[in-house]
């Protein structure tokens, strides 16, 4: 048995397949892990998310682009001129994938690994407790019908950047949504950045890498989201993304494995 972990797929349907295998992946005694942002920009997103559903072995936990997939379907955002999701919201099954969707978590942890998914990152405040009740509350709010109209039209948007206690439940919603699905740098006081999307090293001065700031290294952080960062190892977090659908590869490792070993094919599905 495997368990290998896997960076934004972005709705590149055919550079996954060729992954897998090249993995080798046998679904009947092997497990995935998709650090989110399964849909969009990609041609096939709806394939995509049948084939995810679809295994045996699966955690996925969600992006920014399937939280704006599930916001678009809820007639709560409009799409944008570079969405390419309507394969889903046109599927027979469209309600069936959207319902698998939006019951996904924010955060996966695997205690025998010590080994946290997200899929942008974690507060470098947070503790791994605090980080596990945060994404269990934006699940509640998801999966309810009667808050999901409102969590999804008010996620968007870049603040509050930092964290109070007199915030009402959908402004630290959007907070805590922008920290697991968006974060990149942080202020040493804890406010978050969401205009500098370079590498490290191209952020203005007083900014850091979010896991440079991180107070306990127990755990492992994986995550995708940060293409300029490109795949790699970073203070104890394992970085996924390699720009697959901007025409750069698809990244996978064996998570039994340390250092990892990136598994990686070009990508085919740019558009």
């Known amino acids: 048995m495997a368990v290998y972990a896997i960076g934004d797929v972005q709705g590149c349907y055919n550079s996954l397949c060729r992954l897998l295998d090249k993995l080798k992946f046998d679904d009947g005694i092997d497990e995935l892990w998709f650090a989110g942002d399964l849909v969009n920009r990609g041609p096939d997103s709806a394939r995509v998310m049948r084939l995810v559903k679809g295994l045996d072995r699966g955690h996925v936990v969600l992006g920014n682009h399937d939280l704006h997939l599930l916001a678009v379907a809820a007639g709560c955002r409009k799409t944008k001129h570079s969405d390419t999701f309507n394969d889903v919201l046109e599927a027979a099954d469209r309600e069936e994938l959207l319902a698998w969707l939006r019951c996904q978590p924010l955060l996966h942890y695997d205690r025998d690994r010590r080994t946290v998914l997200v899929h942008a990152g974690l507060h470098p405040s947070w503790n791994l407790e605090q980080a596990l009740s945060h994404a269990d509350d934006i699940t509640a709010l998801l999966v309810d019908n009667a808050t999901r109209p409102t969590l999804l039209g008010r996620m968007y948007g870049n603040a509050p950047t930092s964290w109070s206690e007199g915030m009402d439940k ?57 293409s300029l960062l490109g795949a790699g190892t970073f203070d104890g977090a394992v970085s996924l993304d390699a720009g697959c659908v901007h025409g750069g590869r698809l990244s996978a490792i064996d998570l039994d494995k340390r250092p990892p070993d990136f598994i990686q094919v070009p990508c085919t599905d740019r558009q």
């Open 170 to 226: 959908y402004d630290k919603a959007r907070w805590t949504i922008n920290a697991f699905t968006r974060i990149r740098f942080c202020a040493t006081s804890g406010s978050m950045d969401f205009t500098e999307v370079g590498a490290p090293g191209t952020q203005p001065e007083g900014l850091y890498p979010w896991f440079q700031l991180r107070h306990s290294s127990d755990y492992r952080v994986v995550f995708g989201h940060w």
